[in-house]
């Protein structure tokens, strides 16, 4: 199991591949970058067709740059606030795939998401899990009588 911390595996010279992934709006984004210079993205009106399409377009994305899944060191993602459905298949897939890999994961919020995000995986650190923050208390409508 994944620790708060972890050592890269990566080779003095060598970049570390990261994959950078925002669901919080019906158009989504995914990315790739090598240390923090991108390589490529993609974006996508998806929607409600974002639990479909999402995999597809990693997977599209890793082969379009000749990478596999397994090359993958290192996920970021945007955690909010956004799109409450959006944000759960966002990081349910970003987590998952962390886990699965057994990279290290980190989020954040606000405008320079990305660039916090990618410094703290640099650094050494891993989330583990993230949790979305909604930017609100949930809207619970009371049950019928």
């Not at 067709?49 to 996920?75: C, M, P, Y």
């Not at 970003?94 to 405008?111: E, F, K, W």
Request: hydrophobic letters at 40%.
């Amino acid at each position: 199991m994944l620790s708060g911390k972890f050592v890269l595996s990566y080779k003095r010279g060598k970049r570390m591949i990261i994959l950078s992934i925002r669901t919080d709006k019906p158009e989504a984004e995914i990315a790739l970058f090598k240390d923090d210079k991108k390589v490529d993205e993609i974006i996508w009106e998806a929607h409600r067709t974002l639990v479909e399409t999402i995999h597809l377009r990693i997977k599209e994305l890793l082969n379009t740059n000749s990478f596999d899944w397994a090359d993958i060191q290192g996920i970021v993602c945007f955690k909010g606030p956004g799109s409450f459905t959006g944000l759960r298949i966002g990081l349910t897939v970003a987590n998952t795939l962390a886990y699965g890999l057994n990279v290290p994961i980190a989020g954040s919020v606000g405008a320079k998401w990305q660039a916090r995000a990618i410094n703290n995986l640099l650094a050494g650190k891993n989330e583990v899990i993230i949790v979305p923050e909604y930017g609100g208390e949930a809207n619970i409508t009371p049950p019928k009588k």
